[in-house]
């Protein structure tokens, strides 16, 4: 694995981590809420965003337009049993959802989730810091790198890793201080 698979990984990680925040609530409605939402559709679940068109025409208001009609009991059933706590409202063609101001336990809860997610993330980097030095020590073993150039290259993985978790870190503080206002 080279330093640029490397590095891609890791951008990975932290673009998952990205997401993962991305599904969580804040104050005002956002369509992103409901992508971790899969529907089971013909026996496959699929995800929510796969089965219909989704909207905000207001801060408190999440518009879901499903394509194929027959599914919006199912579109239906899948949110209001998942962990977001949304009561769906179907008028037969548009699902609407409200979305209520949180309470202050609720805003502690979500950043809550949110830490859980960075350090997700955190671990996820720092597997492919491992991984990485496993490797570099291999070379050095077989004689391919020298000690110095291993000791470098490893330095170079820790203050990679470093950047990325710093990336992480800075991505948690935004989505709780987004969280947290009201």
């Known amino acids: 694995m080279s330093n640029q698979e490397i590095e891609a990984n890791m951008h990975k990680s932290v673009e998952a981590t990205r997401r993962n925040f991305n599904s969580i609530r804040t ?12 529907v089971e559709y013909y026996g496959t679940d699929t995800p929510l ?3 219909a068109t989704l909207s905000t025409p207001d ?13 919006i009991a199912l579109i239906e059933k899948a949110i ?4 977001l706590g949304f ?3 179907n008028d ?5 959802i409200n ?9 502690k809860e ?3 989730i949110a830490s859980k997610y960075a350090e997700e993330g955190k671990v996820s980097l720092r597997n492919n810091r491992r991984d990485a030095i496993d490797k570099i020590k291999k070379l050095e073993k077989s004689g391919e790198m020298s000690e110095d150039q291993s000791h470098d290259e490893q330095e170079k993985m820790q203050k990679l890793t470093n950047r990325f978790i710093s990336e992480i870190d800075g991505l948690l503080s935004e989505k709780e201080a987004d969280i947290l206002k009201v």
Do not use: H, M, W
């Open 27 to 38: 104050g005002r409605a956002n369509p992103s809420l409901l992508d971790r939402i899969n």
């Open 49 to 51: 965003k796969a089965l």
């Open 59 to 71: 801060s408190q208001t999440i518009s879901i337009q499903p394509f194929d009609l027959s599914s």
């Open 80 to 83: 209001a049993t998942s962990d």
């Open 87 to 89: 009561t769906p409202n």
């Open 92 to 96: 037969g063609k548009v699902i609407r």
């Open 99 to 107: 979305v209520p101001p949180l309470t202050e336990e609720r805003r």
């Open 110 to 112: 979500f950043c809550k």
